[in-house]
């Protein structure tokens, strides 16, 4: 995407970002950038702009490709009555699974399970191409089952844990249960994933 006509990029405060998600410190990148912590200091908060020169070399610094920083971030409103319902998952018929981010999002997923009754994933242990996976009881109690260890999860509780590790989850009252399911990076294509 670019950036509209007439529309200011905010360059300082994306190479801001870009420093702290390096963990950098303003010394560290005007040192390596050749320009002084003032005027580094005066560019992530847009008050100056820099050179062609300058920008490359504090991009260099800060490791993003300079047409990374004329990027427009997206924007993607997923209303609820539009999230698609995943119908491929290991689970029992008690449950309904709906996708809240875009299907296209690469950085996560995240899913919504609401388990009627004694709704679960299935009785075997499943696993999923992510790295992170986060459970978050929205409402209801449920009991994640990681491995050999067993969870018991009430409304606000959150549980953490790899998603490559076996597992698998159920509601453990006849009320049910709605479960919040962040994975990071987002599964392939998290309509034919599991949770």
């Keep these: 995407m670019s950036v509209a006509s007439g529309e200011r990029v905010r360059l300082g405060a994306r190479l801001r970002h870009a420093r702290e998600r390096s963990r950098l410190s303003l010394g560290d990148v005007a040192e390596r950038a050749g320009v002084t912590k003032s005027f580094l200091s005066r560019v992530e908060r847009d008050i100056t702009s820099p050179s062609i020169a300058s920008l490359l070399d504090i991009c260099a610094a800060v490791g993003v490709a300079p047409a990374d920083l004329f990027q427009v971030p997206r924007t993607t409103l997923v209303r609820s009555a539009d999230r698609p319902r995943l119908g491929d998952l290991p689970k029992t018929d008690d449950v309904v699974d709906t996708?809240?981010?875009?299907?296209?999002?690469?950085?996560?997923?995240?899913?919504?399970?609401?388990?009627?009754?004694?709704?679960?994933?299935?009785?075997?242990?499943?696993?999923?191409?992510?790295?992170?996976?986060?459970?978050f009881v929205v409402e209801g109690t449920i009991e994640v089952r990681v491995e050999d260890g067993t969870f018991l999860l009430r409304k606000g509780d959150a549980l953490t844990f790899g998603a490559a590790v076996p597992h698998t989850w159920r509601a453990t009252t006849a009320a049910g249960a709605r479960v919040l399911w962040i994975l990071a990076p987002a599964l392939p294509d998290p309509r034919s994933a599991a949770t």
């Design 99 to 135: 996708l809240i981010t875009p299907a296209d999002e690469r950085h996560v997923t995240v899913l919504e399970t609401v388990a009627r009754g004694r709704g679960s994933g299935g009785e075997a242990l499943y696993t999923l191409p992510s790295q992170c996976e986060v459970c």
